[in-house]
């Protein structure tokens, strides 16, 4: 038997490794089904990647430091768990400025019908390129319904979800066809080809026309989300969702001990022995089930087994507060708006190609593709009131196409000259440097930080920094997948992070579907 612990006992019905959203999903569907529960999470708080935190010394303004937006969390799961977390549309979609002849311009989506017809006739010179449009989401709405109800569900065959879906075109183009295919049949305009092609590439590195159809699987998981495809603004910062996941979790009677790293994992199938290190001194807890809310290759580490195959983030992460926004050279859109949406940075159709063949042969992008959005716009209880009242806003940028591998030879190197020339592409647009407009903190020093993929893996653990663990998976059973995409080669223990099958993103779907599994749904 393990050591007696400080725990309230020896045996627990399940032991949840690691308190992040999916861990604290699970830890408190099952303690609500009266399952003893324990979490055990190596750092001194819970929430993982889902946290806000004040990076800025001596400054009130409260981000979301790694995710930052909501769309896959499925309202089932805030409504079992009675959570206390909100979330909140945004007012705009996207816009993409862009310089056409010397003229500066862009693309608005959102502000209703009217005018974003009217903004596709701007930059297009007709309407074909809006009505192609609206068939294309249409029919991405119309999957999105019919998929997205399935991901709280056992897995269905491939077969059982193309029926379900009930569109043979659809599903060619998101489930057979390299996404690249859709796009350009379905598109003439470069920047319009482009926006639509980001949701595809976002931490995923990738071509338009990769056969692997990793892309695929990329943009379905960014246009299912909630039935709509909306990514909508979590009302006090994501931390706001861990702190009403523990809260659930502890009034369900789960226990949730950080500080607790888990190092290894010991199980017959039916009965497991969990070892654990302090700052003080080690322990063991045993549990009839053990679920792992971190990567594939964590628990490989923990059990014994052998690593799956490498993961490899591709994404730049970058967090800034302003004095005020920037004003654009596109005068025909307010700054509030532009930025209220995902602000596209040379994220054309022919740039996001270029910048991928440059990283594929190894160099950083010199046009690295980018979005941003404006946190604070729709949400200004993140800032401090004398911020807020002082017009201060916050700028989240996520950069695509920087697989981890330019970063491997000199992180500090690589990460300050990726920044330079991504804040340089959207200075391309401003009537003014960006530099102007950043605050600074306590000790004079910008208010801007930025992650590289090293990292993410040096802070948060994530495998090469990439934010999904492994390459997403279609939502349909495969031969290897088990019941509920949870499952590992050991009967009771349950993966219940983001590389579960239906895992990657903020959504607690991997932590709902390690607990049915336990309770034998």
Not at 156 to 166: E, H, K, N, Q
Not at 264 to 280: C, K, L, Q
Not at 313 to 319: D, E, I, S
Not at 382 to 403: D, K, N, R, W
């Amino acid at each position: 038997m393990p050591a007696r612990t400080a725990f309230a006992r020896e045996v627990y019905d399940a032991v949840i490794v690691g308190g992040g959203h999916n861990g604290l999903v699970a830890a408190a569907y099952l303690a609500r089904a009266g399952k003893s529960v324990l979490v055990l999470e190596r750092l001194g708080r819970t929430g993982g990647a889902a946290v806000s935190t004040r990076p800025f010394a001596g400054v009130d303004a409260r981000l979301s430091r790694y995710s930052y937006l909501v769309s896959l969390l499925p309202r089932k799961i805030v409504d079992d768990l009675r959570l206390d977390f909100a979330v909140r549309k945004r007012t705009v979609s996207s816009y993409t400025p862009t310089l056409r002849e010397g003229r500066p311009g862009g693309l608005l989506v959102g502000g209703g019908a009217d005018r974003t017809a009217a903004s596709f006739r701007q930059l297009t010179g007709s309407d074909a390129e809006f009505t192609a449009w609206q068939a294309f989401y249409a029919t991405m709405r119309q999957v999105a319904e019919r998929v997205f109800p399935t991901l709280t569900e056992p897995l269905p065959t491939a077969a059982a979800l193309r029926a379900r879906v009930g569109d043979d075109a659809a599903w060619r183009m998101l489930f057979e066809e390299p996404i690249g295919v859709a796009v350009e049949d379905r598109f003439r305009d470069d920047l319009v080809r482009g926006v639509v092609l980001t949701d595809a590439l976002i931490g995923t590195f990738a071509d338009a026309h990769d056969p692997s159809l990793a892309q695929n699987r990329c943009f379905l998981y960014h246009v299912i989300g909630q039935g709509t495809g909306d990514w909508d603004v979590p009302v006090g910062g994501m931390g706001a969702l861990t702190d009403a996941l523990a809260q659930a979790a502890r009034s369900a009677g789960a226990e949730i001990a950080t500080g607790h790293e888990v190092t290894a994992i010991r199980t017959d199938g039916t009965e497991a022995e969990v070892d654990y290190a302090t700052a003080e001194d080690t322990g063991a807890v045993a549990a009839r089930h053990v679920l792992v809310n971190a990567s594939p290759q964590a628990l490989a580490a923990l059990t014994g087994q052998a690593p799956p195959e490498a993961a490899e983030g591709a994404q730049l992460k970058v967090n800034m507060l302003l004095r005020r926004l920037p004003r654009l050279r596109d005068t025909s859109v307010d700054p509030r708006e532009a930025f209220a949406g995902t602000f596209h940075i040379a994220e054309g159709y022919g740039q996001l190609a270029t910048a991928y063949a440059e990283a594929a042969r190894g160099r950083l992008p010199a046009a690295p593709p980018s979005e941003i959005y404006c946190h604070s716009l729709t949400d200004p209880t993140i800032l401090g009131p004398e911020l807020a009242g002082q017009g201060y806003q916050t700028l989240t940028l996520f950069g695509l196409h920087t697989p981890a591998r330019l970063f491997a030879e000199d992180n500090d190197k690589a990460r300050e000259l990726l920044l330079a020339a991504t804040l340089a592409q959207l200075d391309a647009h401003l009537d003014e440097p960006l530099a102007d407009c950043l605050a600074r903190d306590a000790d004079g020093r910008p208010c801007i930080e930025a992650k590289t993929p090293l990292d993410l893996e040096r802070d948060l653990r994530l495998p090469g920094g990439n934010i999904f663990h492994r390459a997403l998976a279609f939502p349909y059973a495969q031969a290897s997948t088990g019941r509920w995409g949870v499952e590992t080669a050991h009967p009771n223990v349950l993966l219940c992070g983001a590389g579960a099958v239906r895992g990657g993103g903020v959504s607690g779907i991997p932590g709902h579907n390690a607990a049915m599994a336990v309770l034998g749904h």
